[in-house]
T-cell receptor
Framework: QKEVEQNSGPLSVPEGAIASLNCTYS??????FFWYRQYSGKSPELIMS????GDKEDGRFTAQLNKASQYVSLLIRDSQPSDSATYLC?????????????FGAGTRLFVKA | GAVVSQHPSWVICKSGTSVKIECRSL??????MFWYRQFPKQSLMLMAT?????????EQGVEKDKFLINHASLTLSTLTVTSAHPEDSSFYIC???????????????FGDGTRLSIL
């Protein structure tokens, strides 16, 4: 089992729709969770951090965390073509993982105009 | 805030050349810096983790004598690709974290990457 798993996609949604990106992780001791966006040929940029169970909203983005289910998701409301990118889930591992940050392989999102 | 500058952004050089890439945290002190490599359409591959003032920790399969890392200060880490060959051509990305060593809630902030092409 991979330490951080994401569906590779591509996930295709029409403009204006909600895009839902999911991520599961294996280390129960994980405390910090991040979503990064990476455009083709560019480096990743941080878009959301979440540390507690529940939802965290920032503009059109909502991160959701459920530590009991070891699940973190990212919702993008009113999706725009400019949101088309690869979204990376990252998890700061617990003691069992040497406190490393583990990145998922990413989900490719296409927003169709 | 949390700006990481990486230089150069693009390098083309002949086989056998050594190439140095710099990574600087501009507005925070980076306790830890990371070096990644990414091939086209593939995911990030962590090469090594460097903590200021100590030796870098390399991931399995990464040759430490080929990829020399120096983290001389809290704002600067360098990666030198020694005697580069065409198979070393890739997109190299650094990131920096302000977190303390060990458990950290701090995210990584990425530089813009260096596209390395070895002829």
């Amino acid at each position: 089992q991979k330490e951080v798993e994401q569906n590779s996609g591509p996930l295709s949604v029409p403009e204006g729709a909600i895009a839902s990106l999911n991520c599961t992780y294996s280390d129960r001791g994980s405390q910090s969770f991040f979503w990064y966006r990476q455009y083709s040929g560019k480096s990743p940029e941080l878009i959301m951090s979440i540390y507690s169970n529940g939802d965290k909203e920032d503009g059109r983005f909502t991160a959701q965390l459920n530590k009991a289910s070891q699940y973190v998701s990212l919702l993008i409301r009113d999706s725009q073509p400019s949101d088309s990118a690869t979204y990376l889930c990252a998890v700061n591992g617990g003691r069992g993982g040497g406190f490393k940050t583990i990145f998922g392989a990413g989900t490719r999102l296409f927003v169709k105009a | 805030g949390a700006v990481v500058s990486q230089h150069p952004s693009w390098v083309i050089c002949k086989s056998g050349t050594s190439v140095k890439i710099e990574c600087r945290s501009l507005d925070f002190q980076a306790t830890t810096m990371f070096w990644y490599r990414q091939f086209p359409k593939q995911s990030l591959m962590l090469m090594a983790t460097s903590n200021e003032g100590s030796k870098a920790t390399y991931e399995q399969g990464v040759e430490k004598d080929k990829f020399l890392i120096n983290h001389a200060s809290l704002t600067l880490s360098t990666l030198t690709v020694t005697s580069a060959h065409p198979e070393d051509s890739s997109f190299y990305i650094c990131s920096a974290s302000a977190g303390v060593r060990g458990p950290s809630n701090q995210p990584q902030h990425f530089g813009d990457g260096t596209r390395l092409s070895i002829l």
